[in-house]
């Protein structure tokens, strides 16, 4: 069973306010990630990072930005929300082997589902 | 881009029918994964491959690797109403390459 949990679960907020969806892991995994997801629709990759202090731009491009200060905490922050914004989006975690010579799958959380009015 | 076509998109069924579904891609993959999400929950991984051929089980369902890395299938016997959910399958080209792929799911459904 993964540890990773996501807070708020849901958030209805009004177009223009900065808004942070939080992110924590207990299983120590260095690499954490953040998908966004439109209802019953696939996943896209939008942030991730290796490790502290690390951060990368995913495949989707997003307007949203992310830290990575302590390794078990990676929130995503909205600066000015818009309605464009609104979606599903998840967070996860991995171990990390660098000579990538393991496997290591993500695990998910529960998922933010933000809506802007 | 590379894409993982899932099929079929959505399925409905009756209890006890047993379920198959599939996921192709023009690219080899070295790993497939097949996840369950329910409604307003995340991913939970099912069945991750690693080699060309492998078949795996977890409980009802079993899971193959392709022998061409290009595709994989996921099997649910003899369903049950919690089965019920979105199941996606994902990709990773290489070992290195930690990021997947998804694909867009197939929505199954379970008749009364």
């Known amino acids: 069973e993964a540890d990773i949990y996501q807070t708020p679960r849901y958030l209805v907020i009004g177009t223009g306010k900065k808004i942070t969806l939080e992110c924590s892991q207990t299983m120590g995994h260095d690499k954490m990630y953040w998908y966004q997801q439109d209802p019953g629709m696939e996943l896209h990759l939008i942030h991730y990072s290796y490790g502290v202090n690390s951060t990368e731009k995913g495949d989707l491009s997003s307007e949203s930005t992310v830290s990575r200060i302590r390794t078990e905490h990676f929130p995503l922050t909205l600066e000015s929300a818009r309605p464009s914004h609104t979606s599903q989006y998840l967070c996860?975690?991995?171990?990390?082997?660098?000579?990538?010579?393991?496997?290591?799958?993500?695990?998910f959380g529960p998922g933010t589902r933000l809506t802007v009015t | 881009g590379q894409q993982l076509n899932q099929s079929p998109q959505s399925m409905f069924i009756q209890e006890g029918e047993d379920v198959s579904m599939n996921c192709t891609s023009s690219s080899i993959f070295n790993t497939w994964l097949w996840y369950k999400q329910d409604p307003g929950e995340g991913p939970v991984l099912l069945i991750a491959?690693?080699?060309?051929?492998e078949l795996t089980s977890n409980g009802r369902l079993t899971a193959q690797f392709g022998i061409t890395r290009k595709d994989s299938f996921l099997n649910i016997s003899a369903s049950i109403p919690s089965d019920v959910g979105i199941y996606f399958c994902a990709g990773r080209r290489t070992n290195r390459d930690d990021k997947i792929i998804f694909g867009k799911g197939t929505r199954l459904h379970i008749l009364p």
């Open positions: 996860a975690s991995s171990e990390y082997y660098p000579l990538g010579d393991r496997n290591y799958e993500q695990y």
């Open positions: 491959l690693y080699k060309a051929g």
